[in-house]
């Protein structure tokens, strides 16, 4: 059974809220076959990694960059999966207050670097999520996921 890896950093109320959307599209009734594991992004490890067929990322922006957590995840993870995980499809979120344009930069450079393919487009979401906001999470849950179904 395909597995979708969700590795994210939620610190506060607003990151909650796109993480369930994320979550809720990803494991809509519609979405058979993929199995649905969550990691924050201080206790996933490479085993997780590697054992995903497809990832969602989600991270706020912080003092223009993604969150120090989901760095320390890709600075485990990245060399150990370099080679095997290689285009393995991926979609991500981010949250900031203003402007997410570093971490969104940080993001793309890591994720080009180990070579996986965007299935969704980036969710990109400044100041208290709207009802858009939300809805555009659950809709790349769902993209991502539904990409894993046999």
């Given at each position: 059974m395909p597995t979708l890896l969700i590795v994210h950093h939620t610190p506060s109320p607003n990151c909650q809220t796109l993480l369930e959307a994320v979550?809720?599209?990803?494991?809509?009734?519609?979405?058979?076959?993929?199995?649905?594991v969550r990691r924050a992004a201080l206790a996933a490890t490479a085993s997780d990694?590697?054992?995903?067929?497809?990832?969602l990322l989600g991270t706020p922006a912080n003092l223009g960059y993604m969150s120090g957590a989901l760095k320390h995840f890709f600075d485990q993870v990245y060399y150990p999966c370099l080679d095997a995980t290689r285009g393995r499809?991926?979609?991500?979120?981010?949250h900031g207050g203003n402007d997410v344009t570093g971490a969104v930069r940080a993001l793309e450079s890591v994720t080009t670097g180990l070579g996986w393919r965007r299935a969704a487009e980036a969710v990109k979401v400044t100041g208290e999520p709207d009802k858009a906001d939300v809805q555009a999470c659950w809709e790349l849950g769902a993209t991502v996921a539904a990409g894993l179904m046999d």
């Open positions: 979550v809720s599209g990803a494991t809509t009734d519609g979405i058979e076959g993929v199995r649905t990694v590697l054992e995903a067929d497809g990832y499809p991926f979609g991500y979120w981010v």
